[in-house]
């Protein structure tokens, strides 16, 4: 096995110990077939986290959601916790089955393979509980009376409120039936407070009906939501549109989302544009723009993230030759060290100082790695590989 392979299969095993320790306790020993075999048996959902190893939101979510302790303590009670990778061993023919198109998704589904509710995109520890309860009261045929009176032909706006609420808060396609709803009300409705809310709301990504709305009536909007709520919301947007771009590998629809940010000229919209890019550039192996992304994005940081300068280090360290270019990714890898003194960022470290020749260095980043790791009480098998490696070599 080569020393990267390993390391990496190392570092993640590391990482879900650390990740599940207080916080959600996922069954990855389990196929999906067993999942819904006990979620009949115990009467309780699955909750699935669809993710991708390219994907950055995922990795937030797993390194800053899932090991919440409050986020467990309810997880672990109600529901039967999953995740897969949407591009390895089962994760493709489940993406297919649920319509998993952007990364996260989040599935909670029943023993009978229905989906009761999804949440796409990076969720706060909040967000992520409000939707598992939201998911455990859902009223089984209560969406099926109202399909059936659309399809009787019931267009009553009145209705069409009703059932545009019940598509979305079940995850279900309401883009048809919102769009329908917009076109039969009068502008005096539509700007009805509560109308502007849930138009502001049902608005999820930059193709949907209710976009137009909110950027034609864009001043109505900052009066009755907030300034800075409504550029808050269009950000989000175009930022949504580039992760479904990532999940795609769509251009011109990444392309779009830089667009939209751009016009908006928001404060952060160019770090955000710097980020996304980057995770782009990684996505289609295009290390050349991947650096100057994040060179540019780090250059800009108002605050530093100990995990985010570690992940793009090791991306360095993984995918990158140029010296010069290791260099500076060493230096990142110390500082995430300096800001957070834990295993896997002197292992990140050890490994940027063996590739750059300091091999004196790279040996006592070993050791501190291993003694990080004994503390942590996570595996130390990767730092002691790499400091035999570098012992043996010297």
Known sequence: MKKGTFILLILLSAFGIQSNAQGIIFEHDKTFEQLLAKAKQENKLIFMDCYTT???????????VFPKEEVGNYFNAKFINSKFDMEKGEGPSIAAEFGVRAYPTMLWIDGNRKVVNRLVGLATPDLLVATGKKSNNQLPGELDALKGKYDAGNRTPEFMKTYVEALFNEGENFEKAFSELLKSLPESELQNPKMVKDIFTYTTHIASPGLPYI?????????????????GKLNQLAERSMNDALSKNDKALFDAGIKMLESYNAADSKQQINKLSMEYAARNNDWVSYDKFA????????????????????????NVSDKPLLKKAEKWAFEAVNLKNTSTNNL???YLLYKTGNIKEAIKACDYAILRAKEERVPTVGAEELKKILVEGK
């Not at 900052?222 to 550029?231: F, I, M, R």
């Open 215 to 231: 950027l034609k009536n864009k001043e109505y909007y900052n009066q009755n939501l907030g300034a800075k709520v409504v550029e």
């Open 54 to 64: 390219w994907c950055g939101p995922c990795k937030r979510l797993a390194a800053d």
């Open 295 to 318: 060179t540019n994005y780090l250059k800009k940081a108002d605050k530093k993230d100990a995990y985010l300068l570690n992940d793009i280090a090791w991306n360095y360290y993984l």
């Open 348 to 350: 990140t470290y050890a």
